[in-house]
């Protein structure tokens, strides 16, 4: 990125740094995707494709009402080839660098679909962040224009956005989210340091079932998708180290 790339890109940080409401988050940044013709987005985290609450890793949901109501209805989460591909990519990637050949047929008809409500052109930012899983903020228009330039800016820009917006959750988290229990942080701490259900069990002395009875109340206080996205609740509220 070249000079006025780079103040630019820390102008759009610092307001995204300032904001206090997700609201101003999320206004900042379609203001500026739409400078590039990205006029609808989502910000998710990535559960494993057959999580039937998927929805719940959703952080900002740009996309089409339709759309979303069309995606939801016929389970293509399961089958999109582009949150398969962000859950191991590195890098950004525009949805025609799809490899056709690797495509199956249900993830065809995805993508297929997404064009038919507008989608035609899109980008992934996959993000990545130790014990929270993988996460994508993906977005898409009828046409797009991003010069090979401002790539470096959009995803950088995607990266921020989406912490922030974790940020502004775990704030809330910690206001409103009941404390965990002395047994249940206890838990949670052995989990934390890699131990499976079956070693819990056997560390505590108790039943594989009483350990997945609290593994359910902690997922449940802390609105988390799965254990280690309770683990990263959890160390954000201080209630456990690692």
Not at 40 to 66: K, M, Y
Not at 205 to 228: F, M
Request: hydrophobic fraction near 45%.
């Amino acid at each position: 990125m070249n000079n006025a790339a780079i103040l630019e890109l820390f102008a759009i940080i610092s307001e995204l740094d300032a904001a206090s409401l997700a609201e101003r988050v999320i206004e900042t940044f379609r203001v500026v995707l739409e400078i590039y013709g990205l006029q609808n987005f989502l910000i998710t985290g990535l559960p494993v494709p057959n999580d039937s609450e998927w929805q719940r890793a959703i952080l900002c949901d740009g996309w089409p009402h339709e759309w979303f109501v069309r995606y939801q209805s016929e389970g293509h989460f399961l089958h999109d080839p582009c949150a398969a591909r962000s859950r191991v990519a590195a890098e950004p990637f525009f949805w025609h660098q799809l490899p056709a050949e690797g495509l199956t047929a249900h993830g065809r008809l995805v993508m297929g679909e997404a064009a038919e409500f507008g989608l035609k052109e899109g980008l992934c930012v996959p993000i990545h962040i130790p014990l929270a899983g993988p996460a994508v903020v993906t977005a898409a228009s009828d046409r797009i224009e991003i010069p090979p330039g401002a790539l470096p800016l959009i995803e950088t820009l995607c990266v921020h956005t989406f912490r922030k917006l974790s940020s502004l959750e775990t704030r809330s988290d910690n206001e409103d989210a009941a404390p965990l229990t002395p047994r249940e942080r206890e838990l949670l701490q052995w989990s934390a340091q890699g131990k499976s259900t079956d070693d819990i069990s056997c560390i505590l002395g108790v039943t594989a079932n009483t350990v997945e009875s609290h593994q359910r109340n902690i997922r449940s206080k802390l609105d988390a998708i799965n254990v280690a996205h309770a683990i990263v609740k959890a160390l954000r509220r201080h209630e456990i180290q690692i």
